[in-house]
């Protein structure tokens, strides 16, 4: 059952993060798909996973793109 909500959870991040205009929140958003994933393989007894997804998927990722995001001009700011 808790299976079920957690892919329930990330199905919804996950479209969340496709309709956000916003790249800092879509970000944010696959951040949290990431993080729901690694709970899910720790749930499915892949704790080696979990903490791979944890760390390279959610954290690493993340702080890459985040990165990226600050370097660049965002579109965003110019519709103002």
Request: aromatic share 6%; net charge negative; charged share 15%.
């Amino acid at each position: 059952m808790a299976e079920t909500l957690l892919v329930l959870a990330m199905l919804g991040v996950a479209i969340c993060a496709c309709v956000f205009r916003d790249l800092l929140s879509a970000v944010i958003a696959s951040a949290v798909v990431s993080l729901i994933a690694a709970v899910l393989f720790f749930c499915l007894h892949a704790p080696d996973v979990a903490m791979a997804e944890a760390s390279i998927g959610a954290a690493l990722t993340t702080a890459l793109f985040v990165i990226a995001i600050r370097k660049t001009t965002r579109f965003e700011e110019e519709e103002k």
